[in-house]
T-cell receptor, first 114, second 113 residues
Framework: DVKVTQSSRYLVKRTGEKVFLECVQD?????MFWYRQDPGLGLRLIYF???????EKGDIPEGYSVSREKKERFSLILESASTNQTSMYLC?????????????FGPGTRLTVL | QKEVEQNSGPLSVPEGAIASLNCTYS??????FFWYRQYSGKSPELIMS????GDKEDGRFTAQLNKASQYVSLLIRDSQPSDSATYLC?????????????FGKGTMLLVSP
């Protein structure tokens, strides 16, 4: 079974802090994704990566950055956390190549910025 | 803007009934279609994928795809209270060349005993 893990289930940070969210997958997937999910807004793609050291902006990249130094690990960084970044953050992974688009999600990190 | 539309619900059905969840998408060249189930406070779980026109059955679940009408649906037979969740439709729009998915906002399903 595909397993995607995230470093924390719940996280509370202060405004202005630098926040790291980590995601690890154990299925040798090429693609990894970071989403945030907010009531009424659905899942929104922040960044994704299709290979080591490669990254692409999603729909809402402002205020975020990412790092992918190893194939199995994809980190989301909030350089200076703000209250409007309070959300559920979800990591997902999938195989690369045409037709292999099924994404598998980690358990999520509920981040609160005070 | 490429979109995936779902009725937000809630869709209420009695136990044992058929629940029908619908989704429309805007990009005619979309290639891959998925249904995810999300329980409150949990992450989405993939339950069905469909790639070609017609029906695909897996246990109590049937996914239906009609590319000409840009329409995909999920039928849940013999609905159980444990099926109560939000169901997300996701579509690979295809044109970007990347394996990204566009998600609908989900339909909440409530199955009453």
């Amino acid at each position: 079974d595909v397993k995607v893990t995230q470093s924390s289930r719940y996280l509370v940070k202060r405004t202005g802090e630098k926040v790291f969210l980590e995601c690890v997958q154990d299925m040798d997937h090429e693609n990894m994704f970071w989403y945030r999910q907010d009531p009424g807004l659905g899942l929104r793609l922040i960044y994704f990566s299709y290979d080591v050291k490669m990254k692409e902006k999603g729909d809402i990249p402002e205020g975020y950055s990412v790092s992918r130094e190893k194939k199995e690990r994809f980190s989301l960084i909030l350089e200076s956390a703000s209250t409007n970044q309070t959300s559920m953050y979800l990591c997902a992974s999938s195989f690369g190549g045409a037709g292999y688009n099924e994404q598998f999600f980690g358990p999520g990190t509920r981040l609160t910025v005070l | 803007q490429k979109e995936v539309e779902q009725n937000s619900g809630p869709l209420s059905v009695p136990e044992g009934a058929i629940a029908s969840l619908n989704c429309t998408y805007s990009d005619r060249v979309s290639q891959s279609f998925f249904w995810y189930r999300q329980y409150s406070g949990k992450s989405p779980e993939l339950i069905m994928s469909i790639y070609s026109n017609g029906d695909k059955e897996d246990g109590r679940f049937t996914a239906q795809l009609n590319k000409a009408s840009q329409y995909v649906s999920l039928l849940i037979r013999d609905s159980q209270p444990s099926d109560s969740a939000t169901y997300l439709c996701a579509v690979n729009m295809g044109t970007s060349g990347y394996s990204t998915l566009t998600f609908g906002k989900g339909t909440m399903l409530l199955v009453s005993p």
